[in-house]
């Protein structure tokens, strides 16, 4: 059964209110964690590419590249949990996992779908929530995430009515 149901929250999901790139973010986190995210890309079927710039190069190690100097600029990992689906990471701090998915890529329960499991699939690695908000929403107000009481993904918000 699905985590939540495409007629729940496509508000949720619409560019228009939401802005088209939502904030991703799992808070609390540690170098070991960025690791635990960088060992499940590496075991899991999903495509991926890291990047400095424009180089692309081979993932490294969470320490490395948390290790960067401030001045180096924000290396990224993409993610392709299904070949229609990107999550981008951003390595802006060992304290918080943050990434950015393209609303406009996750229209439909099927879409839906893929994107609970990618964030349960996070969650459970790191038995941590992974919270979705707005563009800029500065993390104050997530709309859905994944609970890892319920071990399943949730609405955090009341759905918006337009």
Same mark, same amino acid.
């Given at each position: %059964?699905?985590?939540?149901?495409?007629?729940?929250?496509?508000?949720?999901?619409?560019?228009?209110?939401?802005?088209?790139?939502?904030? #991703?973010?799992?808070?609390?986190?540690?170098?070991?964690?960025?690791?635990? #995210?960088?060992?499940?890309?590496?075991?899991?079927?999903?495509?991926?590419?890291?990047? &400095?710039? =424009?180089?692309?190069?081979?993932?490294? $190690?969470?320490?490395?590249?948390?290790?960067?100097?401030?001045?180096?600029?924000?290396?990224?990992? @993409? #993610?392709?949990?299904?070949?229609?689906?990107? !999550?981008? +990471?951003?390595? !802006?701090? /060992?304290? &918080?996992?943050? +990434?950015? /998915?393209?609303?406009? =890529?996750?229209?439909?329960? =099927? @879409?839906?779908?893929? +994107?609970?499991?990618?964030?349960? !699939?996070?969650? $459970?690695?790191?038995?941590?929530?992974?919270? %979705?908000?707005?563009?800029?929403?500065?993390?104050?107000?997530?709309?859905?995430?994944?609970? /890892? &009481?319920?071990?399943?993904?949730?609405?955090? !918000?009341?759905?918006? /009515?337009?």
């Amino acid at each position: %059964m699905a985590d939540l149901l495409w007629d729940d929250v496509k508000c949720f999901f619409d560019p228009d209110l939401m802005g088209s790139l939502p904030d #991703v973010l799992v808070p609390w986190t540690s170098v070991e964690d960025w690791q635990a #995210v960088l060992d499940l890309v590496g075991a899991s079927a999903w495509k991926c590419q890291y990047s &400095e710039g =424009e180089a692309v190069l081979p993932v490294p $190690r969470a320490e490395a590249v948390l290790s960067r100097p401030a001045d180096a600029g924000c290396p990224q990992l @993409r #993610v392709w949990p299904t070949p229609d689906v990107l !999550a981008i +990471f951003r390595f !802006a701090s /060992v304290e &918080e996992i943050d +990434f950015d /998915v393209d609303l406009r =890529e996750l229209q439909g329960q =099927e @879409r839906l779908d893929v +994107f609970c499991g990618f964030l349960r !699939a996070i969650g $459970r690695r790191l038995g941590k929530p992974v919270l %979705m908000d707005s563009e800029g929403g500065e993390h104050s107000h997530p709309v859905l995430g994944f609970d /890892v &009481e319920t071990d399943q993904v949730v609405l955090l !918000a009341e759905p918006l /009515v337009r």
